[in-house]
């Protein structure tokens, strides 16, 4: 049965008046990607309203995924977790570290221990990790869209806790808003995603639908930027798509002022069964805080991010056909592309708001909503074990 019961019963504690204790366990912290952005934005949120987290990274910069690493990892777990004590909750980053997540929730006695789900982790759930969570009284889904919420049913009622933006970043993309430009005689089109994902993320239907576009309305610039390193395979396709303007790993200024100058935003997941997709985009947020309308996949959870025609489209499949419609629709009427711009930043900096976030995050997480409303004021507390104590070995 599912358990929402418990859940609900849980959601409706009063606000407490103590500080809130929440262990995080983390996939990884400088290797980039939307998962780290997202729990990264939770974290300081959460700090920002005055609790108390201690976050564990299973992996660093540069550091890739072996079995000793996961062993030295739920070590660690296990040596916090006894050594702060009582929690009142575990929440665990990625659905790989669910035999973690069960072991720590019962070291540290936590009442709420949620699993976040960010969309393709959903569809290679191992059987015996589904047991863990489905006979647990405190395991228990959280995860990012109504899709993916959908998409978890079976394994029981799950939390939503969409992704925001990180403060100092939202601040800069607001910034980048303000300072938009008169449109240029060339339309900009800008796609951001990590670039070895780039057939995943579409970059090749994008490349087709703008080919189409320019035949029939003249020149359109595409900018594609994010974290690389770039694979040999997207510099054979940019060698043959001149046309293509790359930027690997820009710093925040650089890709803000990448963001202001664009026209229009692009992101074009795939969806190839059983797992693949996009779970949300956090990029898409990104885009309109800095006044860009964005085109969302036609598949996934990206749908939850803007508002359908006020602030960003969705094509109706994933061919390159449906893409450049909704593409040329837009391009080609710059009034309604400028109506969408305001639009865009006014609506993700209300849906951004930090403050609000923060609320969200504590409550979903804890099952208690904040006493006092958050305030930024509060000092780092970061207590993460990245190394176990002298004479715990691997042998």
């Known amino acids: 049965m599912p358990r929402s019961s418990f859940r609900r019963t849980v959601a409706a504690e009063e606000p407490t008046q103590t500080p809130q204790r929440i262990l995080l366990l983390a996939p990884s ?16 949120c959460l700090r920002a309203g005055g609790v108390e987290v201690h976050r564990i990274d299973m992996l660093g910069p540069e550091q890739s995924l072996t079995a000793a690493r ?10 916090t977790g006894l050594r702060l004590g009582r929690m009142d909750c575990v929440t665990t980053g990625h659905r790989n570290m669910i035999p973690v997540a069960a072991v720590a929730a019962k070291v540290v006695g936590a009442r709420m221990a949620p699993i976040v789900f960010h969309g393709n ?15 647990s009284a405190t395991l228990f889904p959280l995860t990012v869209s109504s899709y993916s919420a959908g998409a978890l049913s079976t394994l029981g009622l799950a939390p939503i806790l969409p992704p925001s933006i990180a403060p100092d970043w939202r601040t800069t993309l607001i910034e980048e808003s303000r300072r ?10 800008l796609s951001v995603f ?13 490349v087709e639908a703008l080919a189409a576009i320019r035949q029939r309305t003249g020149p359109v610039r595409l900018v ?21 303007e790359l930027h690997e790993n820009p710093d925040d200024h650089f890709l803000a002022s990448l963001y202001g100058e664009a026209d229009l935003f692009a992101l074009c997941t795939r969806t190839m069964p059983p797992s693949s997709g996009e779970g949300y985009g956090i990029v898409l947020l990104e885009a309109q805080l800095a006044g860009c309308p964005v085109v969302g996949p036609a598949s996934g959870g990206s749908y939850d991010a803007y508002q359908e025609g006020l602030t960003g489209v969705t094509p109706a499949n994933e061919s390159s056909e449906a893409l450049a419609v909704v593409l040329s629709d837009l391009l080609t009427n710059r009034p309604r592309l400028a109506r969408m711009s305001g639009r865009a930043a006014e609506l993700a900096v209300a849906t951004t708001d930090p403050a609000e976030y923060t609320r969200k995050a504590i409550t979903a997480l804890t099952g208690t909503p904040p006493a006092d409303r958050p305030h930024p004021g509060v000092p780092e507390q970061r207590v993460a074990v990245n190394r176990l104590p002298e004479g715990l070995t691997l042998g």
């Not at 912290?29 to 300081?44: A, D, F, K, N």
């Not at 759930?125 to 969570?133: E, F, G, H, I, Q």
């Not at 594609?224 to 293509?244: K, N, Q, T, Y």
């Open 29 to 44: 912290q400088g290797l980039g990607g939307g998962i780290e952005r997202y729990l990264s934005t939770v974290e300081e």
């Open 70 to 79: 996961r062993i030295r990892f739920a070590l660690r777990v296990v040596y």
């Open 121 to 135: 982790d959903i569809w290679e759930l191992p059987r015996s990790y589904r047991a863990l969570v489905s006979r």
């Open 180 to 189: 938009r430009r008169p449109p240029a005689a060339v339309p900009t089109v």
């Open 224 to 244: 594609v930027a994010g974290r690389g390193p770039i694979p040999g395979s997207l510099r054979d396709f940019a060698s043959a798509h001149p046309e293509l």
């Open 194 to 206: 990590r670039l070895p994902a780039w057939e995943g993320k579409g970059l090749p239907v994008l």
